[in-house]
Nanobody, 124 residues
Framework: VQLQASGGGLVQAGGSLTVACAAS????????AGWFRQAPEKEREFVAG????????YYSDSVKGRFTISREKATNMVYLQMTNLKPEDTAVYYC??????????????????WGQGTQVTVSS
């Protein structure tokens, strides 16, 4: 599976942006898709995730209520809709897929595939 992230850009604080991740190859119902981000001089962190089969979603506290993750099974697409963006959301956003989810969505080594990242910059 190869992942291609897109949709990043520059947006003003309070604005909205949607990033997308296209997956080539099959994603199974047992898989889990996640979005992570890495700000300058900070560690990469979990943002949001979704169980491919059930659609159950998970969010970090910092984005809960502002970001929405979704997936389209038919096209193997994963989206992260971001609203009410803040300057602290500025980061490179990565999509990732855990081929056989076992409940540890926060652990980055669990993910088998990673996209190349897309830059999101929020100006104040």
């Amino acid at each position: 599976v190869q992942l291609q992230a897109s949709g990043g850009g520059l947006v003003q604080a309070g604005g909205s942006l949607t990033v997308a991740c296209a997956a080539s190859g099959r994603i199974f119902s047992s898989s889990f898709a996640g979005w992570f981000r890495q700000a300058p001089e900070k560690e990469r962190e979990f943002v949001a995730g979704i169980r491919w089969g059930t659609g159950l979603t998970y969010y970090s506290d910092s984005v809960k209520g502002r970001f929405t993750i979704s997936r389209e099974k038919a096209t193997n697409m994963v989206y992260l809709q971001m609203t009410n963006l803040k300057p602290e959301d500025t980061a490179v956003y990565y999509c990732a897929v855990d081929r056989d989810y076992r409940g540890s969505y926060l652990r980055q080594p669990e993910y088998d595939y990673w996209g190349q990242g897309t830059q999101v910059t929020v100006s104040s």
